[in-house]
């Protein structure tokens, strides 16, 4: 079966360009979420949908990042204008959303964003 | 708010135990568990979700006390594949997870 999947997998671009990251979640699975790690923050949400509508977007650090779910199986992250802090390797995550009980989060390898 | 977890590391020889600690200064609803390698992404080992619960992957399990707002992995006679950081997730409604800072395990041979 096909895991999470990111791309891409490696970013590298200048501050003040714009940096879109896209995430196909695992078919049925209708719960997706943004995750970013850094080394001095660890493992932060960003936001996170159910059925494709933006349940919890508290974790978004500013108005340069925005979220969009079109569809269930497609979701994207874009940072506009990106800044060097910024840099960060982001996981999405999809996992089946049930009434009453948690469910596994499955994570896709990430995207490694390094802003120059 | 985020959980705490202790130790931050770890080093241990194969085949001995270890214990990783995950505490919440808000009253838990779950406890999940991920594993992360070096360069990958998190792999979820188990959800806990009653006072009391335990649970086990291989021979890791954990335990998860509601009263003390507290949950431990158990590393039983570790492997060098159980090498990684171990990440405690606290759960709330909907599905949301809050991480805990990690744990860094290193077994040696």
């Known amino acids: 079966d096909a895991g999470v999947i990111q791309s891409p997998r490696h970013e590298v671009t200048e501050m003040g360009q714009e940096v879109t990251l896209r995430c196909k979640p695992i078919s049925g699975h209708n719960s997706l979420f943004w995750y970013r790690q850094t080394m001095m923050r660890g493992l ?23 979220a969009k779910m079109p569809n269930a199986s497609f979701s ?18 999809s996992s089946r959303r ?6 596994p989060q499955h994570f896709g390898d990430g995207t490694r964003l390094s802003i120059l | 708010q985020q959980p705490v977890q202790s130790p931050q590391a770890v080093i241990l ?16 609803y779950s ?31 954990a335990s998860f006390n509601e009263k003390k707002q507290q949950s431990s992995l158990y590393l ?27 744990t860094r395990v290193l077994v040696k041979p």
């Open chain 1, 76 to 93: 994207t992250l874009k940072i506009q204008p990106s800044e060097p802090r910024d840099s960060a390797v982001y996981f999405c995550a």
């Open chain 1, 98 to 103: 049930q009434s009453g009980r948690d469910q």
């Open chain 1, 44 to 66: 932060e949400l960003l936001i996170y949908f159910n059925n494709n509508v933006p349940i919890d977007d508290s974790g978004m650090p500013e108005d340069r990042f925005s």
């Open chain 2, 31 to 61: 406890v999940h568990w991920y594993r992360q390698k070096h360069g990958e992404a998190p792999v979820f080992l188990m959800i806990l979700l009653k006072g009391g619960e335990q649970k086990g992957h291989e021979k890791i399990s």
């Open chain 2, 76 to 102: 039983t006679a570790s492997q060098l594949s159980y090498s990684g950081t171990y990440f405690c997730g606290t759960g709330a409604a909907g599905n949301k997870l809050t991480f805990g800072g990690g």
């Open chain 2, 13 to 28: 020889r194969e085949g001995e135990d270890a214990v990783i600690n995950c505490s919440s200064s808000k009253a838990l």
